[in-house]
């Protein structure tokens, strides 16, 4: 049950990617991760409380609360808020596949901070991961015309918009790795559940005061106005950020944690029919190979 449900948090975040992306249409990266934190964190107080009759985690010590709330900050206020503005310029399918470096940043992060040792077989997987991501990502989109690619494209291959995606979708991965270590620093004695709602709690917080330092924390609010986009951002933030969160724990304390770390990092296989049922993508061969070669390379680092 622990490897199914790591599978399953895959391929929900997957979808709750492509959901995402389709909104990032309509509103602002900030103000969807501001509803996204908001709800997820009301849903998982509320899981908290019905499982142990307390919506906030007791006894938490000073030290670990400071590295949940930097944690908080870090990967969720800054870096999914980058991950949003990726979604909006390169699709869910190519950001979820430069997501699958996470995990490799993540332990070079570790190594220095939390004295994680880096071997050679972690090396290489994180080598296959990379190659992966970057063979895909600089494919110039079968969609668009050639004289518009040469219009368009530099010497990466990609449009100034897409580069400016997979900047965001770098700096997400670099804000997610950042929150693994500054989670594992305090969040040990909280738990996976309590240590998500202090996360999502801050990220909400630091996300509402900027809003309303701004001004905007009310136009924040206009996906819910309407019927369609309110049920499409309720749907999203269930799907990928609350059950994706359980499912991982689930699947990190019941399976061995590398095979379950490998199975979490498939998405980008799941996005793929996906991008071709709900958004009309047409996939090459490269792109196909390039994603599994991405997620091998996720593997070989998680289980070597």
Not at 57 to 64: F, R
Not at 222 to 235: D, E, I, N, Y
Request: proline residues 3%.
């Amino acid at each position: 049950m622990g490897e199914l449900a790591a599978l399953v948090a895959a391929a929900v975040w997957a979808g709750a990617s492509i959901l995402w992306a389709r909104l990032g249409r309509e509103a602002t990266a900030r103000a969807l991760n501001f509803l996204k934190c908001a709800l997820a964190a009301l849903a998982l107080a509320l899981t908290l409380w019905l499982l142990e009759g307390e919506a906030w985690p007791g006894g938490v010590q000073p030290t670990d609360m400071m590295w949940l709330s930097l944690s908080g900050l870090v990967g969720l206020t800054l870096g999914d808020t980058a991950y949003i503005h990726a979604l909006q310029r390169i699709g869910a399918r190519r950001t979820l596949l430069i997501w699958a470096l996470a995990p490799g940043v993540s332990a070079l992060l570790a190594w220095p901070i939390l004295n994680e040792p880096i071997h050679g077989a972690m090396l290489l997987g994180m080598t296959l991961t990379l190659g992966g991501v970057g063979w895909v990502v600089v494919e110039r989109s079968p969609e668009a015309p050639l004289e518009k690619q040469r219009a368009t494209t530099g010497r990466s291959g990609l449009t100034r918009t897409e580069r400016v995606g997979v900047f965001f979708a770098l700096l997400a991965v670099l804000g997610q790795a950042a929150s693994n270590v500054l989670v594992k620093l305090g969040g040990v004695e909280v738990g996976a559940l309590g240590a998500s709602v202090v996360r999502l709690s801050v990220a909400a917080m630091g996300l509402g005061i900027y809003l309303g330092a701004l001004g905007r924390l009310a136009e924040a609010m206009t996906p819910m106005r309407s019927k369609m986009s309110g049920a499409t951002v309720v749907l999203a933030t269930l799907l990928g950020t609350y059950l994706g969160i359980w499912l991982s724990a689930y699947g990190v304390l019941h399976a061995e944690v590398g095979v379950a770390a490998s199975l979490n990092a498939t998405s980008p296989l799941f996005v793929l029919p996906l991008a071709v049922w709900l958004e009309g993508e047409r996939l090459s061969a490269r792109a196909i190979l390039g994603a599994c070669v991405a997620v091998v390379g996720v593997a070989v680092f998680f289980v070597s």
